[in-house]
């Protein structure tokens, strides 16, 4: 099974800020990988998928980059709405796997 | 707007079978290029993957939870279901359906229902 790892566990940032997540498989996947966001008591929304392609509807602050083992998830300036938990996700091969999420707070 | 809705008992006593159905609207199950799976978010917890349909039956399951999982559909009533036999107190979580989006090879999860908490509780 692929694990997926990302960094940091929890962020502190301001409105405004660039942030950067990362994210790594145990082993390459080429740009078979996903990103989502969580909100509380909410279901995980889509942000970018095949490592760098933005799902329709989602703001250009967000971006994604990376292939085979490392990729980034990127939100230009934060904005108030984006304090969330952030998940990667491997597409590669069944079990589909996911990182163990990234918490993003406001400073 | 493809929506999905999971129902199903919120309790489930240890030993019995968690059941719960999503119901697909906005577009058909039997839709080719896409899959339908089940996750689920143990409380406070990340997201594990439980398994996938697809239209024309075949299914593909987490080794983790092969034994005791089935995943069947309904496509006259354009739903899907999750079994899980034997349940214990480590199957509370929330459960969610979603549609995996086959696009040209990559694939994700492009839609999710709400999510529905089962606990596992005498």
């Known amino acids: 099974d692929i694990q997926m790892t990302q960094s940091p566990s929890s962020l502190s940032a301001s409105v405004g800020d660039r942030v950067t997540i990362t994210c790594r498989a145990s082993?390459?996947?080429?740009?078979?990988l996903n990103w989502y966001q969580q909100k509380p008591g909410k279901a995980p929304r889509l942000l970018i998928y095949?490592?760098?392609s933005l799902q329709s509807g989602v703001p250009s602050r967000f971006s994604g980059s990376g292939s085979g083992t490392d990729f980034t998830l990127t939100i230009s300036s934060l904005q108030p709405e984006d304090f969330a938990t952030y998940y990667c996700?491997?597409?590669?091969?069944?079990?589909?796997?996911f990182g163990q999420g990234t918490k993003l707070e406001i400073k | 707007q493809v929506q999905l809705q999971e129902s199903g008992p919120g309790l489930v006593k240890p030993s019995q079978t968690l059941s719960l159905t999503c119901t697909v609207s906005?577009?058909?199950?039997?839709?080719?290029?896409?899959?339908w799976s089940w996750i689920r978010q143990h409380p406070g917890k990340g997201l594990e993957w439980i398994g996938y349909?697809?239209?024309?039956?075949?299914?593909h399951y987490n080794p983790s939870l092969k034994s005791r999982v089935t995943i069947s559909e309904d496509t006259s009533k354009n739903q899907f279901s999750l079994k899980l036999t034997s349940v214990t107190a480590a199957d509370t979580a929330v459960y969610y359906c979603?549609?995996?989006?086959?696009?040209?090879?990559?694939?994700?999860?492009?839609?999710w229902g709400q999510g529905t908490l089962v606990t596992v509780s005498s």
């Open positions: 349909i697809y239209y024309s039956g075949s299914t």
């Open positions: 979603a549609r995996v989006n086959w696009n040209g090879g990559d694939n994700y999860f492009d839609y």
């Open positions: 906005g577009g058909s199950i039997s839709s080719g290029g896409y899959y």
């Open positions: 082993q390459s996947i080429s740009t078979y």
């Open positions: 996700q491997q597409s590669y091969s069944t079990p589909y796997s």
């Open positions: 095949a490592a760098s």
